[in-house]
């Protein structure tokens, strides 16, 4: 595979799209949010986008209990928007993110694939093989050292990134999740994060079949550019009008996104046992959750019912 010879053309829609993200860009910078609800608007937003990347490949993963892939998955998007991510790609960091996502699934984290990797259609007929592995180190540093040199709009460098990683497909599982954090990392440290606020991979998840679609060609990237340009701008700036909406602020938006979650739980069912709650939560360990019901009832939003056989738990009336 020779990495120049992906090519593409930046259509009149693409090219609006580059417009509409800039301006976006630009309305994020201005939002004027109090810094207790920001940092709950990205929580909620980083959680989604863990779980969306999950369930594009098919993991059915919950907002409320995030399985494991999902929860490695919060791992590496918090890491790709902290100070510790570098500035530009490198092979060894895509490696790192790898290593983040598969952590505890496959043994195989961190580690190019060794063996050859293909796709067949129902028949048994190969429709598309991937580079041979032995040729995976040195494509990896061609695929870095091509993008960090591309002169392009951020948008289209993220989306060929996000391309030709997927055709090099250089791990045994768990490309398409590193994949989607390549192109957010790329956005993030080009100052098109929104602020860390805008999910894209929700967009993606309910196009799936477009998406699937845009990726399926060989060598041209025209597609697929325009398909993930839409997404970010689409998924920005629907967050963008959520938050312009008149809002009244509420005592509960202090609290921790799981934490509301557990508040409106609570609320839907009177007299909820632990275990109900639980039942809710299955992938938070129970000490975590006495802890987060510990301090939604020591701050006045519900209080324990001891009258019946059990503690159960009921919301306090404000």
Same mark, same amino acid.
């Given at each position: 595979?020779?990495?120049?010879?992906?090519?593409?053309?930046?259509?009149?829609?693409?090219?609006?799209?580059?417009?509409?993200l800039e301006a976006v860009k630009l309305n994020f910078e201005a939002l004027s949010l109090s810094p207790k609800m920001e940092d709950n608007l990205r929580k909620t937003a980083l959680l989604k986008s863990a779980v969306f990347s999950a369930r594009?490949?098919?993991?059915?993963?919950?907002?409320?209990?995030?399985?494991?892939?999902?929860?490695?998955?919060?791992?590496?998007?918090?890491?790709?928007?902290?100070?510790?991510?570098?500035?530009?790609?490198?092979?060894?960091?895509?490696?790192?993110?790898?290593?983040?996502?598969?952590?505890?699934?496959?043994?195989?984290?961190?580690?190019?694939?060794? *063996?050859?990797?293909?796709?067949?259609? *129902?028949?048994?007929?190969?429709?598309?093989?991937? %580079?041979?592995?032995?040729?995976? %180190?040195?494509?990896?540093?061609?695929?870095?050292?091509?993008?960090?040199?591309?002169?392009?709009?951020?948008?289209?460098?993220?989306?060929?990134?996000?391309?030709?990683?997927?055709?090099?497909?250089? !791990?045994?599982?768990?490309?398409?999740?590193?994949?989607?954090?390549?192109?957010?990392?790329?956005?993030?440290?080009?100052?098109?994060?929104?602020?860390?606020?805008?999910? !894209?991979?929700?967009?993606?998840?309910?196009?799936?079949?477009?998406?699937?679609?845009?990726?399926?060609?060989?060598?041209?990237?025209?597609?697929?550019?325009?398909?993930?340009?839409?997404?970010?701008?689409?998924?920005?700036?629907?967050?963008?009008? $959520?938050?312009?909406?008149?809002?009244?602020?509420?005592?509960?938006?202090d609290l921790s996104p799981r934490q509301q979650e557990i508040l409106a739980t609570v609320r839907d069912h009177p007299y909820s046992s632990f275990d109900f709650i639980q039942r809710r939560f299955m992938a938070i360990k129970p000490s975590t959750?006495?802890?987060?019901? $510990?301090?939604?009832?020591?701050?006045? !939003?519900?209080?324990?019912?001891?009258?019946?056989?059990?503690? $159960?738990?009921?919301?306090?009336?404000?």
């Amino acid at each position: 595979m020779d990495i120049s010879s992906f090519h593409w053309e930046i259509s009149e829609r693409a090219r609006q799209l580059i417009i509409e993200l800039e301006a976006v860009k630009l309305n994020f910078e201005a939002l004027s949010l109090s810094p207790k609800m920001e940092d709950n608007l990205r929580k909620t937003a980083l959680l989604k986008s863990a779980v969306f990347s999950a369930r594009i490949e098919g993991f059915p993963d919950t907002l409320s209990s995030p399985k494991l892939e999902s929860q490695n998955l919060v791992r590496a998007y918090r890491f790709i928007n902290s100070d510790r991510a570098p500035k530009k790609p490198s092979s060894v960091f895509i490696r790192e993110l790898h290593g983040l996502t598969l952590d505890k699934i496959s043994c195989n984290a961190g580690k190019w694939r060794m *063996e050859e990797w293909g796709i067949f259609n *129902e028949a048994g007929v190969s429709v598309y093989k991937a %580079p041979i592995h032995i040729a995976i %180190p040195g494509l990896m540093e061609g695929l870095v050292n091509y993008i960090n040199n591309l002169t392009d709009h951020v948008g289209v460098r993220a989306a060929v990134a996000q391309f030709i990683f997927e055709k090099i497909h250089p !791990f045994a599982d768990g490309n398409g999740r590193v994949g989607r954090l390549i192109s957010a990392h790329i956005l993030a440290e080009s100052g098109h994060g929104f602020r860390g606020l805008a999910p !894209f991979e929700e967009y993606i998840d309910s196009h799936r079949l477009d998406y699937y679609d845009t990726l399926t060609p060989d060598r041209n990237v025209s597609s697929f550019i325009e398909f993930f340009l839409e997404a970010v701008v689409f998924q920005s700036k629907q967050i963008l009008n $959520t938050m312009n909406q008149p809002r009244v602020e509420l005592p509960e938006d202090d609290l921790s996104p799981r934490q509301q979650e557990i508040l409106a739980t609570v609320r839907d069912h009177p007299y909820s046992s632990f275990d109900f709650i639980q039942r809710r939560f299955m992938a938070i360990k129970p000490s975590t959750l006495h802890y987060d019901i $510990t301090q939604i009832t020591k701050l006045g !939003f519900i209080k324990k019912n001891q009258k019946t056989r059990g503690v $159960t738990y009921l919301e306090v009336k404000k």
